[in-house]
């Protein structure tokens, strides 16, 4: 019944809201990882070892720490449109300024407050989202947003080596880094509303159907009274998300920001050759988070979707890395399985987040999940630099590490089942199983 209600109800909010929340998240995720592409020129001119260059790489994500929580308190309790679009704008500043830097302090100092202007954005979206989509459709929702690291990447990648093989490092910044100012922030204040009922574009139908579905999910869900923020830093699962979503982070930004070096090591190829290789992956991932969000909303159970995902980027990277530049093409594909697992958890670990705790502190609770997890961005390629120093410049060391944490966080997610799973009706779910096996046959399939 809720499925048809649904179909009924008109799809705005997924043509609409979704996508620019993909394109501003697009440009703050090009401004934080395209230092990958620079990190040769870097090393030339400013002297620095990997080591370094994973220090500066990762920095980003100390500064990070700083407006998670409050981020997420302000876009529940003021407005997530405001808090956004401000930030948009200083972290255009801070992405620009990095290609005039003289130095390695000047570098690490401007690192650092990019992620500062940066944090708060990833919750403050996420509470945007929670505010129009149910939560029988909010993996969904999550996984298309969250399409836009791959995106990103697949961009990225490409035009990165492309400015790259006409200009310099710092031109590179400098170009992304106008990107806030002549695309993200114009199109977030336009088209972004903070919730059904300050949009004058939903229909009166589809305002009604999620206001009566959000108020069903908080009428299902335990009521406490008085909770607050102290709630927040003394819940258990909150915890365990944290660890989770820290290992994993570790695991994908080792990945992300040494990818470059990797394929360059297995192809041999010219940068703008590199760029559109490293593309490759994130157009694999991008099918990997819709189908693992898909299959994670009709099961609910979320804690396994993400220990699936992790299983297979965790097996897939150590494969590709032993593989190396002896058979090139099944390392580039065994890398492309590695990203997909890495970024496919996104949906499903997100929906079982939001169902963790009271609806009044979930922006509180996920930007602390944000803000601590993301720790793992500066370990991964730091780490990932240090093994690298370490080995005599072989990744394979690297990967391993990597892979175990990986691993680690789905396993982990597993203890997660209780809190974070969605519990779906029997009934619900064979009649699911029904409409699915009736659309193959009329299919042919």
């Not at 809720?2 to 993909?22: C, D, H, M, N, Y």
């Not at 559109?276 to 804690?303: C, E, H, Q």
């Not at 032993?322 to 997909?340: D, K, M, R």
Request: hydrophobic content about 55%.
């Amino acid at each position: 019944m809720a499925e048809a209600v649904r179909e009924t109800v008109g799809r705005k909010r997924w043509t609409r809201l979704i996508p620019v929340a993909i394109i501003v998240y697009i440009i703050s995720f090009m401004d934080r990882t395209n230092i990958g592409f620079a990190l040769n020129g870097l090393q030339k001119d400013l002297g620095i070892d990997a080591a370094q260059q994973g220090l500066a790489a990762g920095i980003f994500f100390i500064g990070y720490l700083t407006l998670q929580i409050p981020g997420g308190h302000l876009a529940e309790r003021w407005s997530a449109k405001k808090f956004v679009g401000i930030m948009v704008l200083v972290w255009g500043l801070l992405a620009v300024a990095t290609g005039f830097v003289q130095n390695f302090a000047e570098l690490l100092a401007v690192r650092f407050l990019l992620g500062v202007a940066e944090a708060g954005i990833w919750p403050a979206i996420l509470v945007l989202i929670s505010h129009w989509f149910p939560a029988a459709e909010r993996a969904r929702a999550y996984a298309f947003w969250m399409m836009n690291i791959a995106i990103s990447s697949i961009i990225t990648a490409p035009l990165s080596g492309w400015i790259i093989s006409f200009s310099d490092w710092r031109w590179l910044f400098i170009i992304e880094g106008l990107f806030p100012f002549v695309i993200a922030a114009p199109i977030w204040w336009i088209f972004i509303s903070d919730r059904p009922r300050d949009a004058k574009w939903v229909t009166p139908e589809e305002r009604a159907y999620i206001e009566q579905a959000l108020a069903a999910d908080e009428a299902s869900t335990p009521h406490r009274e008085h909770v607050g923020i102290r709630h927040v830093f003394s819940n258990g699962a909150v915890w365990r998300l944290t660890l989770v979503y820290f290992l994993i982070q570790i695991g994908f930004y080792g990945l992300n920001i040494w990818l470059p070096k990797v394929v360059k090591t297995i192809t041999s190829g010219s940068s703008l050759e590199v760029g559109f290789v490293t593309a490759i992956p994130y157009v694999l991932a991008m099918f990997a988070l819709w189908y693992n969000a898909k299959a994670a909303d009709r099961s609910g159970r979320y804690s396994t979707h993400v220990l699936l995902s992790m299983a297979v980027g965790a097996v897939a990277l150590v494969i590709s890395v032993a593989t190396g530049s002896s058979i090139p093409f099944l390392a580039v594909v065994f890398i492309s399985i590695a990203v997909a697992g890495a970024l496919a958890y996104d949906g499903p670990f997100w929906a079982a987040a939001s169902r963790a705790m009271p609806v009044v502190v979930a922006g509180s609770a996920m930007g602390l999940i944000n803000a601590v997890g993301n720790l793992g961005g500066f370990v991964g390629p730091y780490v990932g630099g240090f093994l690298q120093d370490a080995s005599g410049g072989s990744f394979l060391a690297a990967s391993v590490f990597l892979a175990i944490c990986l691993l680690a966080a789905g396993l982990v997610m597993l203890t997660l089942r209780r809190s974070g799973d969605r519990p779906v009706a029997k009934a619900s779910a064979d009649a699911e199983g029904r409409r699915g096996r009736s659309s193959r046959l009329r299919h042919g399939h």
